[in-house]
């Protein structure tokens, strides 16, 4: 890995943080779509921490943001239902 990739990967953590608390807003929300949408933009930010906690060798962290990634899918899917 150049070290132009890991720097971009380093700085992954800044736009994983500003997408979960978007994603906080969004589930927040009164409205059945717009918390229906956060829950689908937390499982983006699960993403992104898990490249950088793999990337950065954190493995609780990506543990624990495969669990959140699935109850972020059922909430999904339990707010599309409601």
């Known amino acids: 890995m150049t070290a132009l990739d890991s720097n971009w990967i380093d700085a992954l ?3 994983a943080m500003v997408v979960t608390v978007l994603a906080s807003w969004l589930v927040a929300s009164s409205k059945s779509s717009h ?6 933009v ?3 930010s699960n993403l992104l921490w898990i ?3 793999i990337y950065s060798n954190a ?3 990506v543990a624990l943001q495969l669990c959140l ?4 899918i ?4 339990k707010t ?3």
């Open 13 to 15: 953590q800044w736009p």
């Open 35 to 40: 918390r229906n949408i956060g829950f689908w």
């Open 42 to 44: 937390f499982i983006g």
């Open 51 to 53: 490249t950088w906690g």
């Open 59 to 61: 493995p609780a962290l």
């Open 69 to 72: 990634a699935g109850m972020n």
């Open 74 to 77: 059922r909430g999904a899917r």
């Open 80 to 82: 599309k239902d409601a």
